[in-house]
C-alpha cells in the first residue's frame, strides 16, 4: 500500500486542496474585482432562474388566463405588488408591457454576465501572470545545486507550458465557477415552486448526472498529469537542440534529434487525445440523461393533465437549466487539468534554496577585499571531497593566481567566495565577516567575474556592456570598453553600440565576446575581481592588451585569478598550487620554481619541449 492510500481521509483532502488554497493567495490582492465579478453572476444566476416563472406570467397576460392557477410565491413575496406600469391587464397596454419584460430581463442578464465573465477573467489572468512570475523568480533565486540537478528544458515548461495550461483553464472557469452553481440552485428552486413533483422527478436524475463527470474527470487528471510530464519532456529536447546546434550539426545528428522530437510529440498526441475523450465524452452522457428526463416529463403531463402554459413554464426552466449544468460537468474536467499543472507549479514554489540569507545577515556597503580561509572543506555531494582543509589568507591590493591540473579545485574556490556554495566545514571569511553573515546580493555587488565561458546576451553590445552595473552612464561603458580594448571593434560594428550581438554573442568572434565580458566586470568596478581563464579565447596581441589593463585597474583590488596558461600570471603577487583539492604550495613564481615540484612540473611542460625520438 502507497503511503498516500495510508493518509487519514482529512489529510488526503488537505494535500488535495493544497494547489487551491495557494492559488486562492495569488487571487487575494485582486479580492474586490473578484467579488464585484461574484456579484454580477450571482445576479445574472437568479435572473436565469427567473426567467421560468417569468414566461409563466407574460404567456398568461398575452394569452389569458389559462388552465390551472398562477403559482403561488413563498413568504413575503405573495404579498409584492407589481409597479402600475408593469401590472398585468387585459388590454393593449398590459400585452405591450408583458412582452417588454422578457427582452428587459435578458438585457440585464446579459450585461450581468460580460460583467462577471470580465471581472473573473481579469482576475484569473492576473493571478496567473503573478504565478508565473513568482514561479520565474523563484527559479531564478535558487542555489546552483538546483540547477546542477534540474533540466532546463523542464524548467522552461513549468514556468511557460503549465502556467499556460493553468491559466487558461481557470480563466475558462472563472466566469462559471460560482455563476452557474447560483443558476441551478435557483433554478431548481423556481421549479420546485411551480410544480415539486416535476423537480423531483429532476433531481432524482441528477445524481445519474454526476457518475461520468467523477468517473471521467478521475481519467482527465491522469491523462492531464502524464500529458504535461510528456510537455516538459519535449521542451527538454527543444532547447537541448537549440543550445547544443553547433554539437549536432558536428556530428550530423540533425536526423537523430528530429526523430527524438517526432516520437516526443506522436507520445503527447496520444495522450492529448486521451484527455479530449474523457472530456468530450461528458457533454453527450449528460444529454442523454437530459434527453430520457424529457420523456418522463412528457408522461407527466399526459397523466397529470399540467397546464400546457405552466409545461411550457416547466420546460422552458428545464433547458434554462441545461446550459449551467452543462458548463459545471466542464468545470470539473478543467479544475482537474489545472490541478495536474498547478501541482508541479506549486512543487518547484516550496522548493527552498539551499543557500539562504541568514536571519542576522547584513549588507555591506563597503569591502576593502581582504579573503580568508579557514580549514574549508567542501564536496558537491559525491563522497570526493573537491576541496580539503583549504587555508588561506588573500590580502586586499594583491593579485594571486590558482594554478593546478584539471579537477585541483580552482573552480570550487570561486565558487565558494561568491557564496554558490557553503563549504561543509570550515569558513570563508570577507574582511573577517564570515559569508554566511553577509548577504548574498552586496556580497555579489562587490565580486566582479569574468568566466573562460562567457555568456552574452541576445540584445544589443551596449546593453551587454551595462549588465556590469545598470546605473552606468554611456561615458562610463564606453571607457569600460576602451579599457577592455573593445571600443575600436564596437565602432566598426554595423550600427555600433547599438548592434544586436546574437545568441550568446554568435555574431562576434571569441575573442570579441571574450573582451564585452571583460569590459562587462571593469564596469561593475568591483573592488574583489575574479578572473578564470579571462584571456583564453585571446590572440597573443590581444592578451597582452588585456593584461596591460587588468594590471592598472588591479590597483586597490584584489584580483584573483585561474590560469592554465603560466605566461599570464607570471607577475602575480602570490601563485597558489593545488592539486587533488588541497593546496600544496604558495609563493612566487620564482620561488615556486625553485622549491615546489608539482608547479615546476606545470611549468616545464608548458615552456619546454620533449626530446624527440632518435630514429630507427
Known sequence: MSDKKKLPFWQLLKAWAQPYRMLAGFMYPYRVRFFIGVGFGAVFALLTASLAPILYLVARQIFGAGGGAAPKLPGFLANLQLPEWLALRP????????????????????????????????VALRMLSDLRSAVFAHVANQSMDFFNQARSGKLMSRITNDTRVAQNAFTSVAGDLFRDPIAVVGGIAVLFLLDWKFCAAMLFLFPVCLVPIAIFGRKVRQAGKAEENEAGAMSVILHETLAGIRVIKSFAREKYQSDQFAKS?????????RVRKSADIVQPLIETVSAFGIALALLYVFFFKID????????????????????LSRIHMLLQKALAASTHIFEILQTKATIQDAPNAVAITECRGRIEFDSVSFSYGSNQNALTDISLAIEPGKQYALVGASGAGKSSMLSLILRFYDPQSGAIRLDGRDLRAITQKSLREHIGIVTQDTFLFHDSIYENIRYGRLDATREEIETAAKLAFAHDFILAQPQGYATVIGDKGCLLSGGQQQRLSIARALLKNAPVLLLDEATSALDSESERMIQSALERLSQGKTVI????????????????????????????????????????????????????????
Request: with cysteine; net charge neutral.
Open 265 to 273: 510529440s506522436r507520445e503527447q498526441f496520444k495522450i492529448s487525445l
Open 561 to 616: 585569478a585561474i590560469a592554465h596558461r603560466l605566461s599570464t600570471i607570471l607577475k602575480s603577487d602570490q601563485i597558489v598550487v593545488m592539486d587533488h583539492g588541497r593546496i600544496v604550495e604558495v609563493g612566487t613564481h620564482a620561488h615556486l620554481l625553485e622549491c615546489s615540484t608539482v608547479y615546476r612540473r606545470l611549468y616545464e611542460l608548458q615552456f619546454h619541449h620533449e626530446p624527440e625520438p632518435a630514429a630507427a
Open 91 to 122: 388590454d393593449l397596454t398590459g400585452v405591450i408591457a408583458a412582452c417588454i419584460i422578457i427582452p428587459s430581463v435578458m438585457l440585464i442578464r446579459s450585461l450581468c454576465s460580460y460583467g462577471n465573465s470580465y471581472f473573473m477573467a481579469w
Open 308 to 327: 400546457p402554459l405552466k409545461i411550457a413554464a416547466l420546460l422552458a426552466g428545464t433547458f434554462v437549466l441545461y446550459e449551467p449544468m452543462k458548463k
